[in-house]
């Protein structure tokens, strides 16, 4: 599908759109450092405009280098909707463990399946605190409210079978917002990826139009 010249934001949006990204990751990460004693260190998020087909590739390349990865997947609604994906590098899911009990926990015991469960629910825990708050403080910025499904939860995969892309509806169009984290304490990093589709482009346009007229 062709991307259409209206689709795409302008250079202004699309630094407002990078401004407003910041201020909603910071709200994550801040949100996170309240649950965890740690700090987590964004990158600058990019922002890229792709036809929804491409979408797979493109994540795949930016985590090759971690083989296995585990990854949260929260759809959002609102008049701005689309899908998180909070991607993790192997074994962050036991190291948040270790780092929610203080390093209490023996790594011999991550054996059993309990710990799989409780692995599990960590990163759909810390998933649930860095998707809300990132997309709920983006909303908020553009004046929108959104709502959530349960987040999914897909544990230690090799990283092309973790996505399949069928999840994707190819007629879309696809705005990726992406940011590299780390955290200051443990071998955690990955990406958060929001995917919105070209249903939200003309009210994104709108909306950060209205933002920078706030400040004009």
Known sequence: MEIHEDQI???????????????????????????IDTHVVLSIPFIKIMQVTEL????????????KISIVEQNFWGRFKGDALLIFSSG????????LQHGQVEMSSFES????????ETLMEVGNILIGACVGKLAELLKDV???T????????????????KQFDAD????????????????????????????????LKDALRIFIEQYE
């Open 9 to 35: 934001l302008t250079g202004e949006e699309g630094e407002i759109l990078q401004e407003i990204m910041n201020i909603a990751f910071g709200k994550s990460a801040a949100d996170l450092a309240d649950v």
């Open 56 to 67: 797979p590739v493109y994540i795949r390349d930016h985590v090759k280098d971690y083989k």
């Open 92 to 99: 962050s899911g036991k190291e948040l463990i270790a780092m």
């Open 113 to 120: 399946d309990p710990i799989d469960i409780l692995e599990r």
């Open 146 to 148: 959104v709502t959530y």
């Open 150 to 165: 349960p987040p999914m939860v897909v544990v230690e995969r090799y990283y092309t079978d973790a996505l399949s892309g």
């Open 172 to 203: 879309k169009t696809a705005i990726v917002l992406k940011t590299d984290f780390s955290f200051t304490e443990g071998n955690v990093s990955g990406f958060l990826f929001l995917v919105t589709s070209n249903d939200s482009i003309k009210w």
